[in-house]
Each structure stands twice: as structure tokens, then as C-alpha cells.
């Protein structure tokens, strides 16, 4: 009988075969990979690049200036005011943290503001502890924000970035700082944006504020609060000066309404909590690193760019006058209320007795027609206005303001020292130098030698 073939060979063979498709399907599987891993990696550092470097400008008010804004550094941005990890904390503990004795240790929302730059900057002067809180929305350039910030940073104070609705960020602060006071700016400005945007002020205004009321009432101690409400609550009421038992259940606007609400939901924290609460109705606050969506500082850039310019009359053909108060005796005002602020009474959300409540006007107690203010402006730039005068929109605007500041005067010595013409001169003279501006000012209309960051 034939002895079985030998397949012994063919076995090996076949087995040799098989693993050297694995092989070949192995390796082109990992260079795939490879390949796919550096494709995506491609895609993830051009997607980087691309954001950081052509970010879309947010507000096109004020135009572009290359050589005094670079382009923000996103990754660098993300570490820095990320909430947590140690460097985080340690700039918030360093920023807040008073240099002189029984000095504040005071949060301030709204820092990359123009109060709250302002504000902030006095405070670390004097030796406080400041910690800035900022989104840098985008309903004027972020820019002059960014530009805030910076000079914030030289001056040791450090913004972190988010949200007043960041219940966690907030929580996440109060649990790294115990702070004494908080001064509360933070809020969605302006009258006639809320035509446009109704939601940003009920977003901000009522919802951002209750949010911070809520982490405050919760922390131990609680701290004493000051917050900015505005001259604006007082509507369409007629009898003036402006004073607070004046009525202001009249709002003329959507942002009055937001204020006045604050004002209502601040008695309710301090009646059911014991929070400590004063409330700083401004009236028409101006000056160096301001406002760009504000009269006196777009007046100022179309004057110099011979754009014309709108100037409002009232319906029945009177002049629109406002109590224009310059930043430093605003300045002054916000912390005359903060050293006269009382403690809160309550503990972890309980009250245990009757706390402050306080409400007060800053102005300048002396009205300008804002034909006034074109006037003071052409004579510092040297150029005429291109006037155009038409009646005022019915968009919430009034037509008068002028604050009686009695109270505050009593209260904590705020007494208003700098007329229109002293402030708008401080004003041009930051305006022409932040913007790099050529332009032949007439002589000794401004103040010579000057620094730009203003004197607050």
C-alpha cells in the first residue's frame, strides 16, 4: 500500500503565505494611521491658526490699529484664566490679596470695563486687593478691553474671564478668596441696544446679578456689596434735580426696567438674606479709556474723521441736556461707598439681623446741553462739526438729566469737582494718544504732560 503524501510542506507554505499578508495588511493599516493621526493633527493646528489670527473683528465702532493691539493669544489665554489648576489660583490669590493693613480684598465685575478699570486701578493704589472678573462681550470693541486688561496687568490686578451666569466660576472664586466687598459693574450698558437685543439685558442685568447675589448669600462671611445702578431708572419723571425718593417706577427704556428690576431684587437679598447692599445710580459718566457707544466719544472720532453727526432735539424743539460726570469723581464716589458699606449680617444663606441698604445719585449736579459739549469738542480738535439736528427717537432716551447728590455728600463727602470742559480736555488728550492720531489740537486746550492711562 502507497505510503500518505507529505503535506507537511504545503502546510508550512500556506502558513508562511498567511502571515505575510498579515504582515502587509498590518503595516498598511499603521501607516493609515499614522497617516490619518497627522492628517487630523494638520487639520487641528490650521483650525487653531486660523481662529487666533483671523478672529472677526466684533464691533466695527472704532476702527483697527495694528501697531497698538496684537492679536490675542488663544492658547495662552485658555491657561491663564481657565478656572483652576494652581497657576489660576495663585494669580487670583496674588491679584486679590490687600498690600496694606485692614486694606479690601474686593471682587469687581465688569474690570475690563471703563468704571471698572478705573475703579480698580484707585483701589490697588491705595493698597487693596483686587480681583477683576470679565466675559469682554462684543457690544463695543473688545479691543479697548484687551487694552484695559493689559494695563490692569502692569498694576498687578488680574481679570478672570467668564461669565456672571458661571454659577460654578463664581462659586469656584468665592472658594479661593474670602472676599470682604464686592463692586458690581458688570452689566449689558446702553439704551438703544436694547432695541436689538432685548434678551443680552434680562441675560445680564437681572439674571447675571441674581446669579451673583446667590454665591454671595451663600458665602461665610458674606461680603458687602456695591453695585452700579443708573440715573436712567428715573424715566419719565419730570421733578428735578434728580433726587432718590424721587419716582422711578417710569422706566423709559428696556435698560432702565433691567436697573430699576436690580433694584427691587437688591431689597429683596438684603430683607430675606442680610446682604449688605448699596446701589450707585450714575448719570452720564465720561473720561480717558471710555466708552466708544457714548456721545462725547464718537462725536470726538467723526468730528476728526469730518463724518457728519447727529445732535438730538427734543419733540418739542428744547435742547437735549445731560449732568455729564467725569470718571474721577465717579471714582471717588464708588469707593466712598465701599469704606462706608456695613457688613453683611447673615452666614451660609441665613440672616441674623437687619443689614444696609442704600441707594444714591452720582452726578455732576450741573446739566450741559449737548450742543454744549459739540462746542467744547470743536475747540479742542480745532474742527467744525458737520451738525446734523434732528428730533430724538422715541427709543428710550430722555431728554434731561441733573443728579441731586445731597445724600452721597452726607454720607461719604462725595462733592463733584471737574466740569465738562476739564474732563473733555483729559479726554482728547488720551483720545489723540491711544489712537496715535495726527492732528494739529489747538494750542493750550490740552493739559500738557498728561499720561495717558488718565488719573484715576
Not at 310 to 330: G, L, M, N, P, S
Request: with cysteine; glycine share 8%.
Amino acid at each position: 500500500m502507497a505510503s500518505p503524501a507529505d503535506k507537511s510542506k504545503t502546510i508550512k507554505l500556506e502558513r508562511y503565505n498567511s502571515y505575510l499578508r498579515r504582515l502587509h495588511s498590518t503595516k498598511i493599516l499603521n501607516s493609515s494611521s499614522k497617516l490619518l493621526f497627522r492628517a487630523t493633527l494638520l487639520i487641528v493646528l490650521v483650525l487653531i491658526l486660523f481662529f487666533t489670527l483671523n478672529y472677526p473683528p466684533l464691533s466695527d465702532n472704532i476702527p483697527n490699529h495694528a501697531h497698538l493691539h496684537h492679536h490675542h493669544n488663544f492658547l495662552s489665554t485658555a491657561f491663564f484664566t481657565s478656572a483652576g489648576g494652581a497657576a489660576w489660583e495663585k494669580q487670583v490669590r496674588h491679584s486679590s490679596t490687600p498690600k496694606r493693613r485692614n486694606g479690601l480684598s474686593v471682587l469687581v465685575t465688569g474690570a475690563a470695563g471703563f468704571v471698572g478699570s478705573h475703579c480698580s486701578l484707585a483701589l490697588k493704589k491705595r493698597g487693596d486687593g483686587v480681583l477683576g472678573l470679565d466675559n469682554f462681550n462684543s457690544y463695543y470693541d473688545p479691543a479697548l478691553k484687551r487694552a484695559r486688561q493689559k494695563l490692569l496687568l502692569k498694576h498687578e490686578i488680574f481679570i478672570a474671564e467668564g461669565d456672571l451666569n458661571d454659577a460654578s466660576l463664581l462659586g469656584k472664586l468665592f472658594d479661593v478668596v474670602p472676599f470682604t466687598h464686592i463692586l458690581h459693574l458688570a452689566a449689558q450698558a446702553g439704551v438703544r441696544y436694547a432695541m436689538q437685543n432685548p434678551q443680552s439685558y434680562v441675560s445680564s442685568n437681572i439674571g447675571g446679578f441674581v446669579n451673583l447675589l446667590e454665591v454671595a448669600k451663600a458665602a461665610n462671611p458674606q461680603p458687602a456689596i456695591v453695585w452700579a445702578s443708573s440715573s436712567s431708572v428715573y424715566g419719565l419723571n419730570t421733578q428735578v434735580p434728580f433726587s432718590e425718593s424721587d419716582r422711578t417706577d417710569q422706566p423709559a427704556s428696556l435698560y432702565a426696567a433691567t436697573k430699576k428690576a436690580g433694584e427691587e431684587i437688591a431689597h429683596t437679598y438684603n430683607h430675606i438674606y442680610g446682604l449688605s447692599l448699596t446701589g450707585l445710580r450714575f448719570f452720564t459718566v465720561y473720561g480717558p479709556w471710555g466708552r466708544p457707544d457714548m456721545a462725547y466719544f464718537f462725536f470726538t472720532k467723526d468730528i476728526l474723521q469730518g463724518k457728519p453727526i447727529d445732535v438730538y432735539q427734543t419733540q418739542d424743539d428744547k435742547q437735549v441736556a445731560r449732568d455729564f460726570t467725569y470718571i474721577d469723581d465717579v471714582v471717588k464716589g464708588c469707593l466712598g461707598a465701599l469704606d462706608t458699606a456695613e457688613k453683611s449680617t447673615g452666614s451660609g444663606g441665613k440672616k441674623k439681623g437687619p443689614a444696609q441698604l442704600r441707594v444714591y445719585n452720582l452726578g455732576n449736579t450741573s446739566p450741559v446741553p449737548v450742543v454744549n459739549l459739540v462746542s467744547i469738542l470743536e475747540g479742542l480738535l480745532s474742527r467744525k462739526a458737520k451738525k446734523h439736528v434732528i428730533k430724538m427717537p422715541r427709543n428710550g432716551d430722555v431728554p434731561y438729566t441733573h443728579a441731586n447728590v445731597t445724600l452721597a455728600y452726607k454720607d461719604f463727602g462725595y462733592k463733584p469737582s471737574t466740569d465738562l470742559a476739564t474732563g473733555l480736555r483729559k479726554f482728547v488728550k488720551w483720545y489723540v494718544n491711544y489712537y496715535g492720531i495726527q492732528t494739529s489740537l489747538k494750542k493750550g486746550s490740552v493739559i500738557s504732560g498728561e499720561h495717558p492711562e488718565g488719573s484715576a
